[in-house]
């Protein structure tokens, strides 16, 4: 604190954590610590504070305060214990909030005078192990691994699930027509959920009803927060304390509507990416500001940081947070350069921002594909070259009214079957489980993390049921988890294994049986797909396998292809030369070169399309294939391309020349004049020439739209002039 404040610091932020001032629910709260940091700051060093309550407690120091069946739970059914068994209350369990707001009543009391004396920046109140404003995005029982985790599915959270359905749909068949369920009550309704990944939890109509009903959790939560605080003293500023408001973990976090959550709240926190800012900035309310936050490990060196600090400083931020953990000296002195900026650079007028272009992207959007989103951003933005203007419209939030004229339920008129009195009981022999799939065998991918559970209808028993199942004989790298009936670990080696189990009944009765594990090398197929996809089932054109031949009068108009692989959580990067080109990414099912819903035209020509797959950012398998595009399967004539033609016209990047047979290409060069006259020669390395079709690759230049002159020489002498035409 110190060595900041004398590096030109003005504020300092201190965390009060509930469990350190009241260990136990009768324990005199202890103070001491944060009362001495306020002094210290405030009348040693001369600086203001602000504070962050955090409500989240080791998941051992919860007894008096909640009980483990009013904890935040995951969709596996285990509480939160994750960062070292952290733990919340749920936001849907009201008598554990009243504990909370009379935790935060009391701080607020406590240093109110602080604010009446215009030495407090703002409160705040977080809840996550992560130290951030609603569900966190993964949980961990250790010492279990970490997984990717949706919240909450506990006792209340579902209770309250189900009477927000009833009030919305009315009877349960408008439910089931709206979800494309058959659930037979109200007490039978839960969310959709996707052990493998997570995210799809949220799709349809089922899973905005949910991402809805989460949302609404945290903003009736964080709005008693907030008014709890006010009432103690009305000029205290709030802030809303998001980890992210449109990264890849905001679906889990459930954050994409943070206008509607951060409607009471003073500040919100902005993280430290371009699209984010744009999509914050652009979308705060008139009376609000927004702050940024970076400690010394979220970025790899000094110039990262103080570039992160210019950049939010362009957006106008008046507050920067600058974390830095331990007096060590390297920590300290590779974040010392973007405390100097912040505080060269916020006490300065901010220019006025100006905006390349502005677009409009809905919360719907962001829920089913922000991939999509962030690409579409990237593209208009040039990689964050320029400020977008970005609108949020939130449209999620219609969905939260009832549905006028349901459909009524059904009513079973069916008189009631009268069932005669059972016969005497006499004693059956147990019969022993049974195999239903002989051979069971699971492909596992070598050299990866794996984790699954044994299908339910494998072994059966006719008098009963299978209690559990017990692991014999198996590989040294396999982990079971008897009670979920959960194999995981990690494939060292190509080749099939057994795995030898006994399988019991409720009885008492075993069987020995075997299950065997295929290990594999990961596998890629790219297969073509007409480019509409988004909320409509695919439509599949077939495999792109080498020399394949795509004719253009027997596919869609747009196109896209996708990557089926056998390896989960990975990310996609595609790369496309030839006639068109294209790189982009994917990090979710299915995995696509354009993004969901999108497509593009694919110029006659050759083309090599290659596909790699990252984890951790390193490629863990790829594939490349080429294939051509010609234009009619029926029609040979509309095939060929007469000399010195160019195609596609108009253009978009890639202008493709036709080259005389008699030419030799690679003495060809190419030139091209601007509207203006001048002449812009175009490096070889921008040209790539296959069966004498020369791809220039224009997209480097960044002309605009309009009319062209290209100029092709041989041995300097122009042999040939066409006009060409570019669009965006």
Known sequence: MNKMVANGCNSVMLTVWWERVYPQPNSKPNWAQLDNQINHAI????????????????IASIKG????????????????????????????????????????????????????????????????????????????????????????????????????????????RTL????????????????????????????????????????????????????????????????AEYGGIADNLTLQRGTFAFKDLSRKADFFKIVNDGFQRDLGYNNLSPNQKFYA???????????????????????????????????????????????KEAVRTLYNPSPAISFKDSVTYRVSQLIDNREFVFNDWK??????????????????????????????????????????PPPPVTTIPNQLPIVTLKDYTKEIVVNQNFQFRLPENLFFDNDGFISFIEILESPTWIGFNRFEVNFQGKAPHLGKYSIKVRVYDNN??????????????????????????????????????????LYLDALPEKLNIIARCNLDSVNFVFDITGPYRFKGSSDKLPYNVFGEGRGAKFPVGNYTL???????????????????????????????????????????KICNVKIPETEDAEKLTFAYYTVNGKKQNIKKEYINIVEKTAYIDLGHFNIPSGNYILEVSRDSVVIKTIRITKID
Request: glycine fraction near 4%.
């Open 65 to 172: 305060f909640w009980t483990t069946e009013d904890a935040v739970t995951d969709f596996r059914g285990k509480p939160l214990t994750n960062y070292y068994d952290n733990n919340h209350f749920s936001f849907a369990h009201q008598p554990s909030i009243e504990r909370a707001k009379d935790f935060v009543r009391e701080v607020a009391e406590r240093y109110k005078n602080l604010q009446k004396n215009g030495k407090m920046v703002y409160i705040s109140v977080v809840n996550t192990p992560q130290h951030e404003l609603g569900f966190t995005y993964q949980n961990q029982q250790w010492p279990e691994k970490e997984y990717i985790a949706i919240f909450d599915h506990s006792k209340w959270s579902m209770i309250k699930f189900r009477d927000w359905a009833k009030e919305k749909y009315t009877t349960i």
């Open 379 to 420: 593209s208009k933005s040039t990689n964050g070259a320029y400020k977008i203007k970005i609108k949020l419209d939130e449209d999620i939030l219609n969905d939260n009214k009832k549905i006028e004229n349901p459909l009524p339920d059904i009513v079973d008129n069916t008189p009631p079957i009268v069932t005669p």
């Open 293 to 339: 936050e970076a400690a010394f490990f979220d970025l790899a060196t000094s110039d990262d940081l103080v570039n992160y600090v210019k950049k939010n400083v362009e957006y106008g931020c008046e507050l920067m947070l600058l974390l830095v953990e331990y007096d060590n000296g390297t920590d300290f002195e590779k974040i010392l350069p973007a405390v």
């Open 176 to 239: 089931n027509s709206y979800w494309g369920t058959a659930y037979k009550s109200f007490s039978e309704v839960e969310p959709y959920i996707n052990w493998w990944n997570v995210q799809d939890s949220f799709r349809g109509q089922r899973g905005k009803d949910w991402y809805l009903f989460r949302h609404l959790m945290i903003r009736d939560y964080y709005e008693q927060i907030i008014a709890t605080i006010k009432e103690v003293e009305p000029t205290y500023k709030v802030a």
């Open 610 to 652: 290659s596909a790699k797959a990252y984890k951790r950012d390193s490629v863990v398998t790829s594939k490349t294939v080429t294939f051509s595009v010609k234009a009619s399967l029926n029609n040979a004539s509309n095939n060929i391309i007469n000399e010195w033609v160019n195609y596609p016209n108009p253009f978009g």
């Open 508 to 549: 008492g009765g075993s069987i020995e049986s075997y299950i065997y594990l295929d290990i594999i090398q990961p596998i890629v197929d790219l297969e073509l797909i007409k480019g509409d996809y988004f909320d409509v089932p695919i439509e599949p054109y077939g495999y792109i396998t080498n020399n394949r031949i």
């Open 43 to 58: 009348n040693n060093l001369g600086v203001k504070v602000a504070i962050r309550i955090h409500l989240g407690r080791h």
